[in-house]
């Protein structure tokens, strides 16, 4: 399973982006796809996650200002981040977990897309 993220950039704080991350290959059935983001310095933390029933889960730090999203169809998660903050910077990886064509258990990660949101 490959996962190709795009989005990210530098933006003004107030500002919004759009992430977006298509999974490819020997997908089989995701389950969860979701984002993440590291900061300089620090650990790789939770962003937002969705279920292939749309269930999501947001860090507190984000509920109200971003909005995770999917299109099961196409195997694409995408997350709308408005209002940003400075602290919002950080590069953000999507994640998908899910099961392949012979029933295996998959946990795969994208390679990461820049945000920088300057004050």
């Known amino acids: 399973v490959q996962l190709q993220a795009s989005g990210g950039g530098l933006m003004q704080a107030g500002g919004s982006l759009r992430l977006s991350c298509a999974a490819s290959?020997?997908?089989?059935?995701?389950?969860?796809m979701g984002w993440y983001r590291q900061a300089p310095g620090n650990e790789r933390e939770l962003v937002a996650t969705?279920?292939?029933?749309?269930?999501?889960n947001y860090a507190d730090s984000v509920k109200g200002r971003f909005t995770i999203s999917r299109d099961n169809a196409k195997n694409i998660v995408y997350l709308q981040m408005n209002t940003l903050k400075p602290e919002d910077t950080g590069v953000y990886y999507c994640?998908?977990?899910?099961?392949?064509?012979?029933?295996?258990?998959?946990?795969?990660w994208g390679q990461g897309t820049q945000v920088t949101v300057s004050s």
């Open positions: 994640n998908a977990e899910g099961w392949s064509m012979n029933g295996s258990r998959y946990n795969y």
């Open positions: 969705i279920t292939n029933g749309h269930s999501t």
């Open positions: 290959g020997s997908i089989g059935s995701i389950n969860v």
